[in-house]
């Protein structure tokens, strides 16, 4: 369970980045963070990550809180997760077979586990046939779904998708949110970063609507009101 | 961790590969720093051949007067031998002097034919000592001109070529030492552009970085590669400079010999090439490492 317990982060004194902020997320559950731009929603996944530490309050990962986790099991602690950018954030050098397979050499993975692994992850995304493959012969959602199949390899225990629509036409949009949902129903618990109406909309799954670093709705199964 | 260990090595060498004008230029600076070592290992072994080749030239003759005993001769004989600096002496008498004389002039007539209109044998017996370094020989000068040796030995000769030997061997150091300032000085900027490289490289592969933390890479998995490339520019660096000295070695070689008669350059290259080899991999790699290893604890955070 990743439980927020009166999280405030402050860059600037007179407009706190997030302010007060407590909630938990279930295991297996697809929750979604809506607001707009600058109401926090990066920065409280980025206090999940540990890449900030709040200024008041407690970010807990199951019994442990994130940010006294020792810096040498800080990647122990990254392998639970799965990431997902708006921009994608692929290796222009490197195919899509070997950008997925790139997180299973950092974890030390043999290479014939990550043949069979990253083929298999390819064909759960659709993209078997796209395999080599460079980033800038893929379209945007193509390489979306390269980016949530490297995500998925090291069969993480959360995806945190921050945007991952944002840079996607509404065909391709549709495309990844069913993906992301299908992730979810295998099991894995899933944290949506978003400002796309229509796609909240559809979800019907939980809700958490920040507003100037504070939340100021969560609803079981939500829409976008803002 | 062997796997491990190659993963770094192989994302080392595309970073080196993938940065081709950074890296060219690291290369470049790190074959001139290398040139200039390999060219000081030779000037050393170069300027010890003809140091030495001097040294081993080097005798005191003791000229002993006419006027001396054979006692007496005998008794500085053995007291020379006695000398613990002294590590071979040779008497020669007047006739021996004047065998190896003719010998030496078998072809001057004019010299032999004033031989014969001397009469006599204008040759001394002397004793030629040889020490056991050169620094010895002022000591055993000093012995043979003791006053109390004055009716026996008439004349010394040493002192010229003493000086000489100081004057080049101080000639060698001035220069071994200026050649280590200019190590030292282009040792800095090899380091000053290897670390811009590691940098820039760090800054071209920041979203990469940024994966690599977000999927939970270690530490050293991240900072490997970066210390890598360092590795493969000392390994390029040396391996080109070694490619190149074996034909400059070639070429010189003969312009060499005529200041050094005797000194084979190419054969004292070939010889040597294996402390040569690790001299040049141990700084290549060391400046290499050192420049990455400052560049990743300024820049690079994980």
């Known amino acids: ?226 | 961790m062997l796997t491990g260990f190659k993963r770094i090595v192989r994302s080392g060498w595309e970073k080196f590969a993938r940065d081709k004008s950074s890296s060219g230029a690291a290369l470049f600076t790190m074959v001139i720093v290398l040139s200039v070592v390999a060219a000081l290992y030779c000037f050393q072994g170069a300027s010890s051949f003809f140091v030495s080749s001097l040294q081993e030239s080097v005798d005191i003759s003791a000229y002993i007067a006419d006027t001396a005993s054979s006692e007496d001769i005998e008794k500085l004989e053995a007291s020379v031998k006695a000398l613990p600096e002294v590590k071979q002496a040779e008497f020669i008498s007047k006739e021996e002097a004047l065998e190896r004389f003719v010998n030496d002039h078998k072809n001057d007539e004019v010299i032999l034919q004033s031989l014969e209109v001397l009469g006599q044998n204008p040759l001394s017996a002397s004793l030629n000592i040889k020490a056991r370094g050169s620094e010895h020989y002022p000591a055993i000068a000093e012995f043979l001109e003791d006053p109390s040796l004055s009716s026996v030995v008439s004349f010394v000769d040493y002192r010229d070529r003493a000086r000489i030997i100081e004057r080049l061997e101080k000639l060698a150091d001035g220069i071994r030492g200026a050649a280590l300032f200019f190590i030292v000085f282009a040792g800095l900027i090899g380091v000053l552009v290897a670390f811009n490289t590691t940098r820039l490289t760090i800054y071209s592969s920041r979203d990469e970085v940024e994966v690599m933390r977000l999927v939970g890479a270690g530490n050293w998995y991240i900072r490997g590669p970066f210390l890598m490339q360092g590795v493969v520019v000392g390994v390029f660096a040396t391996l080109i400079v070694l490619l190149f000295m074996f034909p400059a070695a070639m070429f010189l070689g003969v312009r060499v010999s005529s200041f050094v008669p005797g000194f084979d350059l190419f054969q004292f290259f070939a010889s040597n090439i294996v402390w040569i080899l690790l001299l040049q991999l141990g700084v290549g790699i060391g400046l290499g490492v050192f420049s990455a290893l400052i560049a990743i604890r300024k820049y690079l955070k994980v």
């Open chain 1, 1 to 226: 369970m990743i439980l927020f317990k009166e999280v405030t982060k402050i860059y600037a004194p007179e407009r706190p980045a997030v302010d007060n902020v407590s909630f938990g997320v279930e295991p297996g559950e697809f929750t979604s963070l809506v607001g707009k731009s600058g109401s926090g929603k990066t920065t409280l996944l980025k206090l999940f990550l540990r890449e900030e530490f709040p200024t008041a309050g407690q970010v807990m990962f199951g019994e442990q809180n994130v940010h006294e986790i020792p810096d040498v099991r800080l990647p122990e602690f990254r392998r639970k997760v799965g990431m997902v950018f708006q921009d994608y954030k692929l290796l222009q050098y490197k195919t899509a077979y070997e950008n997925v397979a790139y997180v299973m050499e950092v974890m030390g993975a043999k290479e014939e586990d990550i043949e069979r692994d990253v083929m298999e992850v390819l064909d759960i995304v659709g993209l078997e046939d796209q395999a080599e493959q460079y980033p800038y012969q893929l379209s945007g959602g193509e390489k979306q779904r390269v980016a949530i199949a490297r995500s998925l390899i090291h069969r993480p225990d959360i995806i945190i998708a921050d945007e991952p629509t944002g840079n996607l036409d509404p065909y391709h949009t549709k495309d990844i949110v069913a993906l992301l949902v299908k992730i979810n129903e295998l099991g894995t618990t899933v944290i949506l970063a978003t400002h796309n109406k229509d796609v909240i909309n559809k979800l019907g799954k939980r809700v958490l609507t920040l507003e100037d670093g504070k939340l100021i709705r969560d609803e079981k199964r939500g829409r976008f009101m803002l």
